[in-house]
């Protein structure tokens, strides 16, 4: 128990599994979170992300009292305020979990570089992912770029190793010095309704897998399309900010043995795959995968965009997703496929100015989930969606919310509409909906404009 050493935080937020706090478990330690929004540069923390991350921090920062030490708290550049804490401390190396964003990645070969100079080590452990995206690949040696054979390597790769248990005590430092505050909550309360569904932190992450449980997982295949109902595990933010690791999700649900384990391990598995892509293509937040869309013809239009945001499409299933989105900080995966196949296909809008407003409004916000998701929408990434593939609105919401229970949730102007034109209101009799806009854009009209300008980018004739 001589050497102390420092924990840095980043988006590891539990202590339980967690392969960094183990490696200094027994020796004096001073955890620190620094808040690096210079660094970041576009991919700072997104406004519901800040909201999140405040909660979680105060959830940590308790956890870790309740077993002996304060979590130091810091907002600047961590090229410098790293290197100077753990001078101030005596700490010879710095253990942290591996970050894949290419500015983290960028950030600590600079600062392992200069903590050598020193003498001193940034010691990089695993526990973000449940394969090493650098390590996996196919039979020709290169990274995957198709869905399918990348989770057949990690299945046939074998269980991972079962999770750790958090420590029950641990050792602060001689002297730690005073953190700061952050300041991350929205200076105007549009969260307000946040707490009503999320609880940030490792306990409320723990109790979201234990409420998802058997019952869910056994009902996961078919209920997980079905976005009135909670048919998914909701444990996106959770895992966003690890306070949860893959691995303990991964082996909950094989111990909870139910038929729908292996279609819900799938879906973790795109979260792998995300990091996959983005480590070994860095430029995907940025610029399309597939290159040939650099010269998409994208018709930008603020109006479009704002109304997309708003929720006033005219689309019902489209405006109930993005209500959702903007009331609670997160989104069904099913609408979130058919609010971004509305606006880059049907309105021609960039998939960046969609991918911009998740990042911003998501409690999940993950760069490399919602980059590889949106130019899977889009048609131009990795393993993309055929560009041919444009979702209709009305068949989505018939199939998917055929009695209107998630539409009228969130889009309260149209309940008085009889189930059958819940998700075409604009064929209703006149008086049945008030304060509601007519389609944005006529739907067989934008499907051909998007096949034709599609079309012409991949060199064929629309
Ligand atoms: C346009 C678009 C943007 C998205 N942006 C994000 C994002 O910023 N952050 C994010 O975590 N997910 C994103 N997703 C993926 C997916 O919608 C969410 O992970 C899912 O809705 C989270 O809900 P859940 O935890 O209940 O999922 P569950 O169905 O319970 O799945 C369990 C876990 O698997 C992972 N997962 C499931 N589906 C996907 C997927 N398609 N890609 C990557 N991981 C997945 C998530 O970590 C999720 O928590 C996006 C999808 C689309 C279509």
């Given at each position: 128990m001589t050497r102390p050493a420092l924990l840095w935080f980043r988006n590891?937020?539990?202590?339980?599994?967690n392969p960094a706090l183990m490696a200094v478990a027994d020796r004096p330690i001073l955890p620190v979170f620094v808040l690096d929004d210079d660094a970041a540069?576009?991919?700072?923390?997104g406004g519901a992300q800040r909201w999140w991350l405040h909660h979680a921090l105060a959830s940590l920062g308790a956890d870790l009292s309740r077993r002996g030490v304060d979590l130091h708290l810091a907002q600047g550049d961590a090229a410098i305020i790293i290197p100077a804490l753990a001078a101030a401390v005596g700490a010879e190396d710095i253990h942290v979990a591996q970050r894949f964003e290419p500015w983290g990645r960028r950030q600590d070969e600079a600062i392992a570089t200069a903590l050598k100079s020193t003498g001193r080590r940034l010691v990089r452990h695993r526990?973000?992912?449940?394969?090493d995206p650098h390590a996996l690949r196919t039979g020709q040696g290169k990274p995957y770029q198709v869905y399918t054979p990348f989770s057949r390597a990690i299945f046939a790769a074998g269980e991972p190793a079962p999770p750790m248990d958090a420590p029950a005590r641990l050792h602060p430092v001689a002297n730690p010095p005073a953190g700061a505050t952050l300041d991350?909550?929205?200076?105007?309360?549009?969260?307000?309704?946040f707490p009503k569904h999320w609880q940030p932190g490792e306990a409320g992450a723990a109790k979201r897998l234990a409420a998802f449980g058997t019952r869910a997982l056994a009902a996961?295949?078919?209920?997980?399309?079905?976005?009135?109902?909670?048919?998914?595990?909701?444990?996106s933010p959770h895992l966003r900010f690890g306070e949860i690791s893959p691995r303990q999700v991964w082996h909950a649900a094989r111990e909870a043995g139910a038929t729908g384990s292996h279609t819900f391990l799938k879906e973790v598995l795109w979260r792998d795959f995300a990091y996959h892509l983005l480590f070994n293509r860095p430029e995907m937040p940025e610029a399309?995968?597939?290159?040939?869309?650099?010269?998409f013809p994208w018709q930008p239009n603020p109006k479009y965009l704002a109304a997309w945001q708003r929720g006033m499409t005219g689309y019902p299933i489209v405006d109930a997703g993005m209500r959702q989105l903007w009331a609670t900080g997160w989104m069904h995966n099913r609408v979130r496929m058919i609010v971004a196949s509305l606006l880059v296909?049907?309105?021609?809008?960039?998939?960046q100015d969609g991918q911009d407003w998740f990042w911003d409004t998501?409690?999940?916000?993950d760069l490399a989930s919602n980059s590889a998701s949106w130019q899977w929408v889009a048609g131009c990434?990795?393993?993309?969606?055929?560009?041919?593939?444009?979702?209709?609105p009305m068949l989505q919401g018939a199939k998917f919310d055929p009695e209107g229970t998630y539409v009228t949730r969130w889009v309260?102007?149209?309940?008085?509409?009889?189930k059958n034109l819940i998700h075409q209101?604009?064929?209703?009799?006149?008086?049945?909906?008030?304060d509601y806009p007519p389609p944005i854009i006529d739907h067989a009209f934008g499907r051909a404009r998007a096949l034709a300008a599609y079309a012409a980018i991949k060199g064929e004739t629309a």
């Open positions: 590891d937020l539990r202590l339980a599994d540069g576009a991919w700072k923390h526990g973000t992912l449940l394969h991350l909550l929205p200076k105007r309360d549009w969260a307000k309704d996961y295949d078919g209920a997980r399309n079905i976005p009135a109902i909670p048919g998914t595990s909701g444990l399309p995968l597939a290159e040939k869309f650099a010269a296909k049907h309105l021609l809008q960039p998939w998501l409690v999940d916000g990434g990795a393993d993309a969606a055929p560009y041919f593939r444009v979702f209709n309260p102007e149209l309940a008085r509409l009889p209101p604009w064929e209703a009799p006149p008086g049945l909906v008030r």
